[in-house]
C-alpha cells in the first residue's frame, strides 16, 4: 500500500503582505506605485461602467411587457449590476490601503536612516 499524499498546505496571498521595503522610496518606485494607483482607479471606473451597463440592461428588460420570462432575466441582470458594483469598490479600497501602508511604511524606513 502507498502512503497517503501529504499535501502543503499553501499560503494565500493578498497583495502587499509579503513585501517589507527596506530603504526609502526613490523616484522609479514613486512613479511606480503612482501608476499603479491610477490604475487602480481605471478599473474602479471599469466596474462601475460595467454595473451601469447591466443595470441599464436590467430596466431595458423590466420594461419588456409582451415577454413575462424576461423579469427573471432582468432581476438576475439588477443583482449582477449589484455584486459588479461591491466587488470594484472593494477591491480599489484593499488595494488603496495597501498602497498607502507600503508607501507610508518606507517612509518611516526612509526617516529612521537619517537619525
Known amino acids: 500500500m502507498k502512503a497517503p499524499v501529504k499535501l502543503k ?63 427573471y432575466l432582468a432581476l438576475a441582470s439588477l443583482v449582477f449590476s449589484i455584486i459588479f458594483f461591491v466587488i470594484g469598490v472593494y477591491r480599489f479600497t484593499l488595494l488603496k490601503k495597501s498602497l498607502k501602508r507600503l508607501y507610508y511604511m518606507t517612509e518611516a524606513n526612509g526617516d529612521n536612516d537619517d537619525k
Open 9 to 71: 498546505k499553501m499560503k494565500l496571498l493578498r497583495f502587499g503582505r509579503d513585501f517589507k521595503p527596506d530603504q526609502e522610496v526613490i523616484l522609479r518606485d514613486y512613479l511606480a506605485i503612482e501608476r499603479t494607483r491610477l490604475a487602480n482607479e481605471r478599473t474602479l471606473l471599469s466596474y462601475i461602467r460595467s454595473s451601469l451597463y447591466l443595470l441599464l440592461g436590467s430596466i431595458a428588460l423590466f420594461q419588456i411587457k409582451n415577454y413575462p420570462n424576461f423579469e
